[in-house]
C-alpha cells in the first residue's frame, strides 16, 4: 500500500509539473506561435491527465501522464519547446491526439431538471 501511495504522488507531481510547462507558462508563447508558423507549439495542447499508456493500440497497465493535442506530429515538425519528454520525474508520458475541443452549444430547458445538467440564469 505504501508503494502505491508513493507512485500517486509521483504521477501528480508528473502531472503538474508537465501541465505547468505546456499550459499555464507557455500560454503568452502559444499566442505568439500560433502566428503562421509550419511547426507545431504550445497551440497544439489541449490538456494533460492521468491515464495508462497505450503502445499498439492496447493500454499497457503502466499509469503515465497523457498529453492530449490537437494533432499528432513527428517530433521534427514539433517546436522544441513543445515537445513532450519520454518522461518527468520517472513517470512515463504519452500523447494523444483528440482534435478541436468545443465546449458544447446546445442550450435546453429542463423541468424538472435532472442529474448532471447545469442551472443557472438565462439571459
Given at each position: 500500500?505504501?508503494?502505491?501511495?508513493?507512485v500517486?504522488?509521483?504521477?501528480?507531481?508528473?502531472?503538474?509539473?508537465?501541465?505547468?510547462?505546456l499550459?499555464?507558462?507557455a500560454?503568452?508563447?502559444?499566442?505568439?506561435?500560433?502566428?503562421?508558423?509550419?511547426?507545431?507549439?504550445?497551440?497544439?495542447?489541449?490538456?494533460?491527465g492521468i491515464?495508462?499508456?497505450?503502445?499498439a493500440e492496447?493500454?499497457?497497465?503502466?499509469?503515465?501522464?497523457t498529453?492530449?493535442?490537437?494533432?499528432?506530429?513527428?517530433?521534427r515538425?514539433?517546436?522544441?519547446?513543445a515537445?513532450?519528454?519520454?518522461?518527468?520525474?520517472?513517470v512515463a508520458?504519452?500523447?494523444?491526439?483528440?482534435?478541436?475541443?468545443?465546449?458544447?452549444?446546445?442550450?435546453?430547458?429542463?423541468?424538472?431538471?435532472?442529474?448532471?445538467?447545469?442551472i443557472?440564469?438565462?439571459?
Open positions: 500500500m505504501k508503494k502505491d501511495k508513493v500517486s504522488s509521483a504521477l501528480l507531481k508528473a502531472r503538474e509539473d508537465l501541465e505547468k510547462a499550459l499555464f507558462d500560454a503568452p508563447m502559444a499566442f505568439a506561435a500560433a502566428s503562421g508558423t509550419e511547426r507545431y507549439g504550445f497551440e497544439n495542447v489541449v490538456g494533460v491515464g495508462e499508456k497505450v503502445a492496447s493500454e499497457t497497465g503502466e499509469p503515465c501522464v498529453v492530449y493535442v490537437i494533432a499528432k506530429a513527428p517530433r515538425e514539433v517546436d522544441s519547446e515537445l513532450v519528454p519520454a518522461s518527468v520525474g520517472g508520458t504519452d500523447v494523444v491526439a483528440v482534435g478541436e475541443l468545443t465546449a458544447q452549444p446546445y442550450r435546453g430547458r429542463y423541468r424538472p431538471a435532472p442529474g448532471g445538467v447545469s443557472g440564469h438565462i439571459k
